[in-house]
C-alpha cells in the first residue's frame, strides 16, 4: 500500500458525460501528480499541483481540470468524454515537490472507460 | 520539454539470463533517474534511481548506469526471475528547479522471463 488513495477505483460513462477523479496522497505529502496511462501512450503526465497551486502542467486537454483543495486531496475534472478518454488515471504524490529524495508514490489508478 | 526515449519495447528473456533496457533523455538539465517497475494491473512502483552525480548504483540484483555526456542511462537486471516478468518505466527529472520533480517518462519495456 503506497498510502495514495484514489476513487473511483473502476467507472463506466457515456460519450459527452463529465467524471471526477478523486485522489487523496500520502500524509505529509504536499504535492500531487496526475498522470493518464493509455494502452499505447505510456504514462503521460497531465498536471501537477503543489501545497494547492498548479506547478506544471502537461498535455492536458482543455476539457480537463484539477484542483488542489486545503486539505490536500485533488480532484481530475474530465469533461465531454470521448471515447479516446478511456484510460487508466494515475495519482501520484511526494514529499517536497521535487526536493529530495524524488520519488513518486502512486496511487491504485481509475480505470475509466468510455462507451 | 524533457523527452525520454527508451528500448527495447519489449524483451524476451530465459530465466538466469540477463536483461537490459535502456534510455536516452533529452534535457540537459535532468538530474535524477528513476525506474518504475508495474506489474499486470498494479501501480508503478520505484524499484532503483540514480543522481546525475553518479555513475552507476547497484540493489540486488538490479543495477543503473548513467552516462551525463551521452544523456543516457541503462538498467541492468541480472540472474532474472519469471517474477521480474512487468513492464519497466525509465524517467527524467530535475529535483530543485521549477519542474518541482515532474517525471517525465518512456514509453516502457514488457519484459517477459521464461521460466
Do not use: M
Request: with cysteine; charged share 20%.
Amino acid at each position: 500500500d503506497s498510502g495514495v488513495t484514489q476513487t473511483p477505483k473502476h467507472l463506466i460513462t457515456a460519450t459527452g458525460q463529465r467524471v471526477t477523479l478523486r485522489c487523496s496522497p500520502r500524509s505529509g505529502d504536499l504535492s500531487v501528480y496526475w498522470y493518464q496511462q493509455s494502452l499505447d501512450q505510456g504514462l503521460q503526465f497531465l498536471i501537477q499541483y503543489y501545497n494547492g497551486e498548479e506547478r506544471a502542467k502537461g498535455n492536458i486537454l482543455e476539457r480537463f481540470s484539477a484542483q488542489q483543495f486545503p486539505d490536500l486531496h485533488s480532484e481530475l475534472n474530465l469533461s465531454s468524454l470521448e471515447l479516446g478518454d478511456s484510460a487508466l488515471y494515475f495519482c501520484a504524490s511526494s514529499v517536497g515537490g521535487g526536493r529530495a529524495p524524488g520519488e513518486l508514490f502512486f496511487g491504485e489508478g481509475s480505470r475509466l472507460t468510455v462507451l | 520539454g524533457e523527452n525520454v526515449e527508451q528500448h527495447p519495447s519489449t524483451l524476451s528473456v530465459q530465466e538466469g539470463d540477463s536483461a537490459v533496457i535502456k534510455c536516452t533523455y533529452s534535457d540537459s538539465a535532468s538530474n535524477y533517474f528513476p525506474w518504475y517497475k508495474q506489474e499486470l494491473g498494479k501501480r508503478p512502483q520505484l524499484i532503483i534511481d540514480i543522481r546525475s552525480n553518479v555513475g552507476e548504483k547497484k540493489d540486488q540484483r538490479i543495477a543503473v548506469t548513467l552516462n551525463k555526456t551521452a544523456k543516457h542511462f541503462s538498467l541492468h537486471i541480472t540472474e532474472t526471475q519469471p517474477e521480474d516478468s512487468a513492464v519497466y518505466f525509465c524517467a527524467a527529472s530535475i529535483l530543485g528547479g521549477t519542474s518541482y520533480g515532474k517525471l517525465t517518462f518512456g514509453q516502457g519495456t514488457i519484459l517477459t522471463v521464461h521460466p
